[in-house]
């Protein structure tokens, strides 16, 4: 297992890609949620990615639980809201952990169908400091693993810190063991740090949860 993303909910897509292309990363276009009023920008970072989420359509994302709680995270500002870990084994970890993986989908700007599974994103849209899981139909289509250029260098996740509301249940919802990079801190639960190592140093994005 590894990470897959890690999500920093925005209220503004456009002034958030200015800001983090003004640090030196690329920024790329990821589209639209269908029917979810949301949408988002992609920062690739070869094994994981982050990515941008916002609000695109306030009464489409006012009819869905995934909408609502991002317009709800993000009323006082830009909140790290998820993340989520990817496997290629989804059907044996919802059975572990009892979840059933859903049918998920994201429409690019070039009018392509991204498609994977998603198992617990019910759960992390009400206990942020837990993981959901994602497997994608096509691997191919990993938004990390799109091929760019950042200004600053080569880039990759260096850390991601969580304050978990029960230490116990996070090690077993992520197979204690697993090595992920993970800065596991007290306080309010949720994420409320994610670093991104390149060549000029760390750049470190922290949120209160």
Not at 62 to 76: C, H, I, M, Q, V
Not at 180 to 209: Q, Y
């Amino acid at each position: 297992m590894t990470i897959g993303q890690v999500i920093l909910g925005v209220r503004d897509l456009d002034a958030s890609t200015r800001e983090f292309e003004a640090l030196g990363l690329r920024v790329v276009d990821g589209g639209n949620h269908p029917g979810l009023g949301t949408a988002n920008r992609v920062i690739p970072l070869g094994t994981t990615y982050l990515e941008l989420l916002g609000v695109v359509d306030r009464d489409e994302a006012a009819a869905s639980d995934f909408g609502r709680s991002l317009l709800k995270r993000t009323e006082d500002g830009d909140r790290l809201v998820r993340w989520s870990i990817r496997t290629e084994q989804i059907d044996r970890v919802g059975a572990r952990l009892g979840l059933v993986p859903e049918p998920r989908k994201r429409l690019r700007p070039d009018g392509s169908m991204l498609t994977w599974r998603a198992a617990g994103l019910e759960l992390s849209l009400r206990e942020s400091w837990l993981p959901f899981f994602m497997q994608w139909d096509d691997p191919s289509q990993f938004p990390g693993s799109i091929s760019v250029a950042h200004p600053v260098g080569n880039c990759a996740l260096s850390w991601i810190r969580v304050s978990p509301a029960d230490p116990a249940r996070l090690a077993r919802w992520t197979e204690e063991g697993a090595e992920l990079p993970l800065r596991i801190t007290h306080g309010n639960p949720g994420i409320s740090g994610v670093a991104i190592a390149t060549p000029a140093g760390e750049i470190i994005i922290e949120r209160a949860p």
